[in-house]
């Protein structure tokens, strides 16, 4: 089995910064890509940034040069820097990665279990 297991997240004032993080776990051949996306109280989710394996990384606009994606592959670690937050980031933040469990295997989705952030004064 794969777990992704979030931490960070919290309530933070207007203009202020926090950071997320997600750890892979269980039978891991290779992590693909891997992304954070988002689901603020009655939206859809919401793509918010993604990294590939080779470190290339793609923003939604709302959060271009105010986030940061980043991974480390040797820990199977997910990041995201999250500064100048505003209240309309506001939302259950969720990692996501595409991963190979065997060598030649398929490639499945899996979803961390989500985290608040909350953006107020």
């Known amino acids: 089995q794969v777990q992704l297991v979030e931490s960070g997240g919290g309530l933070v004032q207007p203009g202020g910064s926090l950071r997320l993080s997600c750890g892979a776990s269980?039978?891991?051949?290779?992590?693909?890509?891997m992304g954070w996306y988002r689901q603020a109280p009655g939206k859809q989710r919401e793509l918010v940034a993604t990294i590939s394996s080779d470190g290339s990384t793609d923003y939604t606009d709302p959060v271009k040069g105010r986030f940061a994606i980043s991974r480390d592959n040797a820990k199977n670690m997910l990041y995201l820097q999250m500064n100048s937050l505003k209240p309309d980031d506001t939302a259950v933040y969720y990692c996501?990665?595409?991963?190979?469990?065997?060598?030649?295997?398929?490639?499945?989705?899996?979803w961390g279990q989500g985290k608040q952030v909350a953006v107020s004064s």
């Open positions: 269980g039978t891991i051949f290779k992590i693909n890509s």
């Open positions: 996501n990665a595409a991963i190979q469990r065997t060598g030649g295997g398929p490639t499945y989705i899996y």
